[in-house]
């Protein structure tokens, strides 16, 4: 039943590629498409704690004898919950795509729901040959999208990344496979040993991964690949594909390794040194990538870097690896799925309506396309972890779970990386739908793409009032891996440091908006336009050209002192790597292009060396 | 099962503590003009000054508004601060403090400033625009070593529920009174001096440069909310402080004192408030104004080099 | 009974308006140099609840501290259109008046009151802190007693002043008219 759905998922695909010269709404075949993922997760409800409300008839795990090889796909509460990302979001934004796109690009459709099939077959796959195929069956029909961008430096880049990932997790897969003669995940972590070949598997893998999930350093084609391609593509890039690279890593951490295997490597007060690694990893991702998040100005490149940033607390709460961190990780990955899926599609309704990118470009949106904003808002309050959404509980959990570790620099970074994020939440909010209406004319985002963003902000909402059930998904998977769980009810966390009940913000926050409310009607009020402002008595509808929007390098005091230490910090270092790797293969090409006798000599010592080899 | 007396009691002592909360924040700001009047050697404005202000800008006969987003100011600001307060342990009392911890409040200040900050982005005008990113630049510089000592005294309480560490200060331990902790209080303090936007500070608001900055198209209840926001704020910023290193004002045992307790309490802790507020509008006047970099820069080289010599002190001789 | 209170209320909100006037300084003229010692220790205005503030639309008082030239009188409209009622104006010294020693200038408005209602006149060349001091007093008084209702005026006769600040702006000075019923009024 499984390879029957992913069968038809390639169908669908095939189908979408072939109707899009027909049709704009050739990509009803991807929206149909998503709703088998979908199917699956209803299916599987009970999987995850939860209520069995249809019945489809899935497997829980399968084998598939394909020509070549055996595929094995089960369901564990786990992929469950992956699945939600990668799947439960997929058919909202093909939905909005429809509607985005004005001209019905087949390829995009097809390429998009390829990109799916990878994505469900990753969280299913139980065995690694399955894994990496769909692995790469996903990085590819994603690097087909990307070259839709037709952008050189964002094609290059996530092709090197791309294929330096394939080769770091395929090398570690090898490594794991001749050390515990298997590949099935459920019997990879009993058979593997602390060697120092698995430490290399461990460390290629997690780097592997790490491209995918745009950890620091590894995160540059991030950046690139997310602000040239269409809108819909990098909002399930960043909102549904990143995931799978902390999934992989959380798969590598419980399953391929494991954790008794990793803690032989060293512990720091109960933490494994590759976990705290990881960690320090995360957290110089959060801060890095926030700080350029908000000195940048295209919209599309400063969500990416708010991106890399939203990541790396999911990086720090894997490695972390205590339930709490690891409660707090997921739920982390859950949000970051939902807001960041709802703001690049927000950004590209709001490109849809402009056609302008450049924050300092934008200004004003919000008061003719007020859904679109509100939605954004709702997601920037996720993203900035205001607790009126479900965005705070997962940083809550990460904060406490430093705290409660006493990791005493994990802790400031990641808090301060919070504060940053305020900061270029306001960029975007003031920049591009807020100050000076500089587009009087435009109309509010289409209701197709207003719908799937609306979708997609239900769960913010629900989660913030509701941790508790998203709480109970993670208790199964804790119980699934062995770990403990963390108490809670539906409404309240509580951990040994304290607890966070969301009814008592809510009703507090209800209390108070009535005392503001009684404020706000008692007296009247007259709305005024907005070039009725006070500007030293200059009145500024008589100016040609005059700009009243302060967007432009919106924090230049703070570029200015931050711009030595962390512009192009990165790209610099692979620049080395560049000029080093061009030199060494200049070295080659002059070694080759030589004379007769040179080669005849070079044919000889590599004679000798390999006759060296094999008398060793 | 749902207590429905509990709950009514918990209602009744929130709406009081609120109001106590606001009362007092509008008497400090009034307070705040007579310490300034008075080191200039001026009469000064009566204290109750305020809420006189307060009066007259609630009662103006016209307001403007740039629109709902603009609006969103006056809604958010005055809730999101009563929402904080209620969060807050004051003088013993817990209230709502024990379902929520420190970062929930450090979260939950940025509901208030947020919303402010929306309403300013939607006036339009563009010393709205400047104002807000220098107050967010403002709260980038002071958090950090503000998250720094306050790391120090969660990590020596083990705990980052804010009742639990005013509960482990009983008795009169305070945190103030272990020597790291001394340093970290001093660096909280200097981060007060940014959160409250007094001078070196007040950049932010500067009223000669920008126009009073985020607040420049706020008049008549708009202003008036914004101005209960503010006086609440200094209560809420100061009840933090004096939480976290004084004990949180609790001298007397309520277990054992009863209802005398609670009285005693909130008159220390009213006194305590004062004097960490009258200190910081003392280094007020005293001093020009930092630009935005020269705060930035100051909280993040000497006020976190401080707070990093607290938090190693606790973390490697305390714990 | 609801008229009581009503009356309680407005009562109230003057005593509070009176005892915390804010004012915006329109400073281009010379007598501003006459507000600091009015501001500092030796006369200190903030004892009766008044300040400056940055913006009109938190300001109480327009104070226009000189003559006022046609280019300026169009900003001094703008600010006082954007501020929030009750609102008065403070007219300081002859020019705002007569014109002072600006009297036959081509550029300059000579009677401030046809312009933008004025509450208050000090008169002065330039009027002393003491005599400004005791202007704001009065103004006090008359928000007391509920005399100072320019606003109202402003509202009311909102065209005639319109037409007059129109004249004045296209150098048409010899067609500005007095507002005859806002002398009336104020008369009663």
């Given at each position: 039943m499984i390879w029957e759905a992913i069968s038809l998922m390639v169908l669908l695909a095939l189908l979408a590629y072939a109707t899009g010269r027909l049709s704009r709404y050739s990509g009803i075949f991807a929206v149909l498409a998503g709703f088998v993922p979908l199917a699956m997760l209803f299916d599987w409800a009970p999987t995850a704690g939860l209520k069995h409300l249809i019945s489809l008839g899935f497997e829980k795990s399968t084998a598939v004898n394909i020509k070549i090889a055996t595929l094995h796909f089960s369901i564990t509460p786990l992929s469950w919950l992956f699945l939600t990302m990668v799947g439960g979001i997929f058919p909202f934004i093909a939905l909005y795509a429809i509607s985005y796109?004005?001209?019905?690009p087949g390829g995009f459709f097809g390429s998009m729901t390829l990109a799916l099939v990878g994505a469900t077959g990753v969280v299913l796959a139980s065995d690694l040959l399955t894994f990496f195929i769909f692995w790469e069956v996903m990085s590819w029909s994603a690097f087909l999208l990307v070259v839709r961008g037709r952008d050189r430096s964002a094609i290059t880049s996530y092709f090197s990344f791309s294929a330096l990932s394939a080769y770091l997790i395929l090398f570690g897969i090898m490594v794991l496979r001749s050390e515990a003669e298997t590949l099935s995940f459920s019997s990879l972590s009993s058979s593997i040993t602390s060697s120092r070949l698995t430490l290399l598997a461990f460390i290629s893998m997690a780097a592997g991964f790490g491209v995918k999930g745009a950890l620091m350093p590894l995160h540059i084609w991030a950046p690139r690949a997310y602000s040239r391609s269409e809108e819909p593509f990098v909002a399930y890039l960043a909102g549904g594909l990143s995931k799978l690279g902390y999934y992989g890593i959380f798969l590598l951490f419980y399953?391929?390794?494991?954790v008794s295997v990793i803690t032989r490597f060293g512990t720091f007060r109960g933490v494994p040194y590759l976990g705290y690694s990881l960690a320090i990893f995360g957290a110089l991702s959060a801060f890095i990538g926030t700080v350029l998040a908000f000195m940048e100005d295209d919209l599309r490149k400063l969500l990416a870097y708010s991106s890399i940033g939203q990541l790396g607390y999911i990086a720090i709460g894997i490695g972390i690896g205590t339930p709490l961190a690891l409660s707090g990780a997921l739920f982390q990955a859950v949000n970051h799925t939902f807001f960041k899926a709802v703001l690049f599609l927000a950004a590209g309704s709001v490109y849809y309506r402009t056609?302008?990118?450049?924050i300092s470009e934008l200004g004003g949106v919000a008061y003719r396309m007020p859904f679109t904003f509100l939605a954004a808002l709702f997601s920037i309050f996720a993203l900035a972890a205001i607790p009126i959404t479900s965005g705070f509980a997962a940083k809550w959990l990460l904060y406490v779970s430093t705290v409660d570790k006493r990791f005493v620099f994990l802790t400031p970074i990641m808090l301060i990386a919070g504060v940053g994020a305020f900061l270029y939440s306001f960029r975007i909010l003031y920049g591009v739908f807020l100050g000076e209406p500089r587009y009087p004319d435009i109309k509010e985002a289409p209701a197709l793409q207003l719908i799937p963003m609306w979708i997609l902000v239900m769960p913010l909402v629900i989660f913030l009032i509701f941790p508790g059930k998203l709480m109970d998904v993670f208790g199964e998977i804790f119980a699934y891996y062995g770990l403990e769980g963390v108490s809670h009810t539906d409404f309240a966390i509580t951990t040994s440091l304290s607890s966070y009940n969301t009814l008592a913000v809510i009703f507090a926050l209800m209390g108070g908006l009535m005392v503001a409310f009684i404020i706000y009607v008692s007296r009247p009020h007259r709305v005024v336009s907005h070039y009725d402002n006070y500007l030293s008595g200059e009145i500024p509808e008589v100016h040609e050209g005059l700009s009243l929007h302060a967007a432009t390098r919106y924090y230049k005091p703070v570029e200015d002192l931050f711009q030595p230490y962390f512009a192009h910090g990165a790209e610099r270092f692979y620049h080395h790597i560049e000029v080093g790797l061009e030199g060494v293969g200049d070295g080659l090409r002059r070694l080759f292009k030589t004379t007769v006798s040179n080669m005849i000599y070079l044919v000889l010592a590599g004679l000798l060396l390999i006759g060296w080899w094999l008398t060793w | 099962m749902v207590d429905f007396s509990s709950i009514l009691a918990l209602l009744v002592e929130g709406v009081l503590l609120a109001a106590l909360g606001v009362l007092t924040g509008i008497l400090f700001m009034g307070i705040a003009r007579k310490v300034v009047a008075r080191v200039h050697n001026r009469v000064g404005p009566p204290v109750y000054q305020s809420y006189i202000d307060i009066i007259k800008l609630l009662t103006k006969k016209t307001n403007i508004s740039h629109g709902w987003i603009f609006d969103l100011a006056l809604l958010f600001s005055i809730s999101g601060i009563l929402l904080t307060l209620l969060f807050l342990p004051i003088g013993g009392i817990k209230l709502l403090s024990i379902h929520g911890d420190l970062f929930l409040v450090l979260y939950l200040l940025a509901i208030p400033a947020l919303g402010f900050a929306l309403g300013a982005g939607a006036s339009g005008n563009p010393n709205a625009g400047i104002g807000v990113m220098r107050a967010l630049v403002m709260m980038f510089s002071y958090e950090l070593p503000f998250i720094i000592a306050v790391l120090a005294v969660m990590i020596y309480y083990d705990t980052t529920s804010i009742a639990t560490i005013v509960a482990s200060q009983?008795?009169?331990?305070?945190?103030?009174?272990?020597p790291p902790l001394l340093i970290g209080a001093l660096v909280a303090d200097m981060a007060l001096q940014g959160m409250l936007m007094?001078?070196?500070?007040?950049?932010?608001?500067a009223p000669h440069e920008i126009a009073s900055g985020p607040m420049v198209e706020f008049g008549g209840k708009y202003l008036g909310t914004l101005m209960l926001y503010k006086a609440t704020s200094i209560v809420v910023e100061t009840t933090l402080f004096v939480d976290l290193f004084l004990g949180g004002a609790v001298v007397l045992d309520p277990a054992t004192y009863g209802a005398v307790a609670y009285a005693v309490n909130l008159v220390v802790w009213f006194l305590l408030i004062l004097a960490v507020f009258i200190i910081s509008v003392l280094i007020n006047t005293v001093f020009p104004r930092f630009r935005i970099e020269q705060a930035l820069k100051f909280y993040w080289s000497y006020d976190t080099a401080l707070a990093i010599l607290a938090l190693m002190w606790i973390y490697f001789l305390y714990i | 009974m609801a008229e009581e209170i009503k009356e309680k209320w407005s009562k109230i909100a003057r005593w509070a308006s009176k005892r915390s006037l804010w004012m915006v300084h329109f400073c281009t003229g010379c007598g501003a140099i006459e507000m600091p010692p009015v501001m500092t220790s030796r006369f200190d205005m903030e004892r009766f609840g008044m300040g400056s503030m940055a913006t009109p639309r938190q300001a109480d008082i327009l104070l226009i501290t000189g003559y006022l030239s046609i280019k300026t009188l169009k900003r001094v409209v703008r600010v006082y259109e954007q501020m929030q009622a009750p609102k008065y104006v403070v007219a300081f010294g002859s020019c705002t008046i007569n014109g002072g020693m600006y009297w036959d200038s081509y550029n300059t408005i000579k009677d401030l009151s046809k312009y933008i209602p004025v509450d208050l006149y000090i008169a002065g060349c330039m009027p002393r802190p003491e005599a400004i001091i005791d202007a704001f007093n009065k103004l006090m008084e008359m928000i007391d007693r509920g005399e100072a209702r320019g606003w109202e005026k402003y509202e009311k006769y909102y065209e005639k002043y319109k037409r007059n600040q129109e004249a004045a702006f296209n150098y048409k000075l010899e067609e500005v008219e007095e507002v005859e019923e806002e002398r009336k009024g104020g008369e009663k």
């Open positions: 796109f004005k001209k019905a399953s391929f390794v494991g056609g302008r990118w450049k | 009983s008795h009169m331990r305070w945190a103030i009174l272990v007094e001078k070196p500070f007040d950049i932010p608001i | -």
